[in-house]
């Protein structure tokens, strides 16, 4: 086990919470300042004003540091209860553009890259951020089937890839402006409700089905 795992694990007096803030607060504006690739551990401690023995005692690397920063508590954390279907997936939708399109330009797809080059941090990325995204996809599917909204449960797991995965091609691959995402996010939940058995509500006065011959 490295020194700095050893560290982590080492029990001891109780952590200040102030620092803590400092060094999450030195994260952000670093990230802002100088961008993902160009932060390093020295800059944040020197910008904390903390040794760097402080922060490997909180984060065993770099990207360990700035993923427990920027997904604390954070993202889908709290299942939205609107009272249907649409509404809670709009409101699921909306977070999703807020979170993706925050962060500093470069910052999550070169994360992501350093979390799937570490086993161990993919491990914590899984439980910690997918892991909460997919619970509360589940309750807002479980309620929606108790409503009687959706005859069957859809797959978590594919319906958090409809809603995630547009939303970073838009941003990340096509580098499309983030101002257009309510335009992409409303076409988007119209065809995740078409795919998971819910269509957009009847129009005033639609019969549905009935007369039909």
């Given at each position: 086990?490295?020194?700095?795992?050893?560290?982590?694990?080492?029990?001891?007096?109780?952590?200040?919470?102030?620092?803590?803030?400092?060094?999450?607060?030195?994260?952000?504006?670093?990230?802002?300042?100088?961008?993902?690739?160009?932060?390093?551990?020295?800059?944040?401690?020197?910008?904390?004003?903390?040794?760097?023995?402080?922060?490997?005692?909180?984060?065993?690397?770099?990207?360990?540091?700035?993923?427990?920063?920027?997904?604390s508590?954070?993202?889908?954390?709290?299942?939205?209860?609107?009272?249907s279907?649409?509404?809670?997936?709009?409101?699921?939708?909306?977070?999703?553009?807020?979170?993706?399109?925050?962060?500093?330009?470069?910052?999550i797809?070169?994360?992501?890259?350093?979390?799937?080059?570490?086993?161990?941090?993919?491990?914590?990325?899984?439980?910690?951020?997918?892991?909460?995204?997919?619970?509360?996809?589940?309750?807002?599917?479980?309620?929606?089937?108790?409503?009687?909204?959706?005859?069957?449960?859809?797959?978590?797991?594919?319906?958090?890839?409809?809603?995630?995965?547009?939303?970073?091609?838009?941003?990340?691959?096509?580098?499309?402006?983030?101002?257009?995402?309510?335009?992409?996010?409303?076409?988007?939940?119209?065809?995740?409700?078409?795919?998971?058995?819910?269509?957009?509500?009847?129009?005033?006065?639609?019969?549905?089905?009935?007369?039909?011959?």
């Open positions: 086990m490295s020194a700095r795992k050893q560290a982590l694990n080492q029990g001891g007096r109780p952590r200040d919470s102030r620092v803590d803030d400092a060094i999450a607060s030195a994260v952000v504006e670093l990230l802002m300042e100088v961008g993902y690739a160009r932060l390093t551990m020295g800059g944040v401690a020197a910008r904390a004003g903390v040794g760097k023995a402080a922060i490997y005692r909180r984060h065993a690397t770099k990207q360990e540091m700035i993923f427990d920063v920027l997904t508590g954070q993202f889908l954390a709290v299942a939205p209860n609107h009272g279907l649409r509404a809670d997936l709009a409101a699921v939708l909306a977070e999703i553009a807020d979170s993706m399109a925050s962060p500093p330009p470069g910052m797809p070169g994360l992501l890259a350093d979390v799937h080059a570490d086993p161990d941090l993919r491990d914590r990325f899984d439980a910690k951020y997918l892991g909460a995204q997919r619970r509360t996809l589940a309750e807002i599917l479980d309620r929606a089937v108790a409503r009687g909204e959706l005859a069957t449960h859809p797959d978590p797991a594919i319906l958090n890839a409809l809603l995630v995965g547009p939303v970073f091609a838009w941003l990340y691959l096509l580098s499309e402006s983030p101002d257009q995402l309510p335009a992409l996010t409303s076409a988007l939940l119209d065809a995740t409700l078409s795919l998971a058995g819910s269509g957009p509500p009847a129009a005033p006065g639609d019969s549905g089905s009935e007369g039909a011959t």
